[in-house]
């Protein structure tokens, strides 16, 4: 049993020196400018199930540089997934937007939802879990303070405090919820066609219903056979062909 252990404790740091080293060879070809070769090395270690936002931050960096629009803005978006806080991320991606083609104008929605996402939405589900654990951690500083004070006015205001810090978990805990359920709901993809039309309905033969071009950011509704049902921010609606986008998650 403890040679198993040994052997997969061996495997898995081989592995870990193998990807380090494609890493920073590939960060090396990049500082050279030899975008290509900086993006294959990083394709590779992505082939080897060694994800990280550096990488996909770094591979999108690389296409960027090549002029290379739809798997520039995929990788920023894979950064973002798996770091949503990662601030070079965003303003890169920003950068590798301006040069798609499509200017597509969010169309500001209503109702109760939409006012809550708004509300919530600016954290990360696993910032606003953190939230809750830090008041988690206030409440029992507060409930220690209640405990030992002498007087029943500093034991009220320890009271009162331990209400509203646990006030604050409730509404954490319930805002991550939220804002999870309603990104699990949320399934972005790019289109890597350089332009496609899309259709009104599932068939090649059906109406065109507008076009798409290259880096174009859509969320998959449905899916039927080789077509994919998506919605865009002004809340168009049709039929792309699954060969023609990337999904993002």
């Known amino acids: 049993m403890k040679k198993l252990i040994y052997i997969l404790i061996t495997i898995l740091l081989t592995q870990a020196t193998v990807a380090q080293g494609a890493f920073e060879k590939a960060n090396a070809l990049y500082r050279k400018g030899n975008y290509a070769g900086a993006a294959q090395e990083y394709e590779s270690i992505l082939k080897g199930k060694k994800e990280s936002a550096e ?88 409930f220690i303070g209640y405990y030992f004070a002498g007087s ?32 699990n709901n949320q399934h972005p993809a790019i289109v890597f066609a350089e332009v496609i039309a899309v259709k009104s309905e599932p068939s090649q033969n059906s109406e065109d219903a507008f076009v798409l071009h290259e880096g174009t950011k859509v969320n998959v509704l449905e899916t039927v056979d080789n077509w994919k049902k998506i919605e865009l921010a002004d809340d168009s609606v049709g039929w792309i062909e699954s060969s023609a986008i990337k999904e993002v998650k």
């Open 152 to 183: 029943t006015l500093i034991k009220r205001v320890f009271f009162f405090a331990m209400f509203v810090m646990l006030l604050v978990i409730v509404i954490s805990v319930l805002s991550a919820v939220f804002v999870k359920s309603v990104e």
């Open 55 to 142: 990488v996909y931050f770094n591979l999108g960096n690389a296409y960027y540089k090549m002029g290379k629009i739809a798997p520039s803005v995929y990788n920023f978006e894979k950064a973002l997934q798996l770091d949503p806080n990662n601030k070079d991320a965003q303003i890169n991606l920003g950068y590798a937007k301006k040069m798609t083609i499509d200017n597509i104008k969010e169309v500001p929605k209503v109702g109760f939802s939409k006012m809550l996402y708004n509300l919530t939405g600016a954290y990360h589900y696993n910032t606003w879990a953190w939230i809750a654990v830090g008041f988690a951690f206030a409440f029992l500083a507060m």
